[in-house]
């Protein structure tokens, strides 16, 4: 999986910077990548993903403009997503999961 990021459109001297709210899922199985979309257009995402469980989190982020504390959820097994926030808005969050333990630690 792949979440959020930015894009820039316009000539040299004038760009546009553009917040990406898409996440790009590649299936090695099938060869074929699914597109969802992300509840707010970011980048400077902090994702990990649980040990064998088919559970992936995507923490916060900035269009940079606005900061998020949101966090979205992705349980693989049951294709749902779940949302949750963390205590303070920001970006540039480290993600780690932390083996055997069914815990993601968000540090910055």
């Known amino acids: 999986m792949f979440a959020g990021g930015y894009y820039y459109t316009g000539s040299v001297g004038s760009e546009v910077f553009t917040a990406y709210d898409k996440i790009d899922i590649y299936n090695v199985n099938t060869n074929s990548w699914t597109v969802l979309g992300l509840p707010f257009a970011s980048y400077d995402i902090g994702s990990a993903s649980l040990d064998n469980k088919g559970i992936i989190l995507f923490a916060g982020g900035t269009d940079s403009t606005n900061?998020?504390?949101?966090?979205?959820?992705?349980?693989?097994?049951?294709?749902?997503?779940?949302?949750?926030?963390?205590?303070?808005?920001?970006?540039?969050?480290?993600?780690?999961?932390?083996?055997?333990?069914?815990?993601?630690?968000?540090?910055g």
């Open 67 to 107: 900061f998020y504390n949101n966090v979205q959820v992705y349980n693989a097994g049951d294709n749902l997503w779940s949302f949750l926030s963390v205590t303070q808005t920001r970006a540039g969050i480290a993600a780690a999961a932390l083996p055997n333990q069914g815990k993601i630690l968000l540090v």
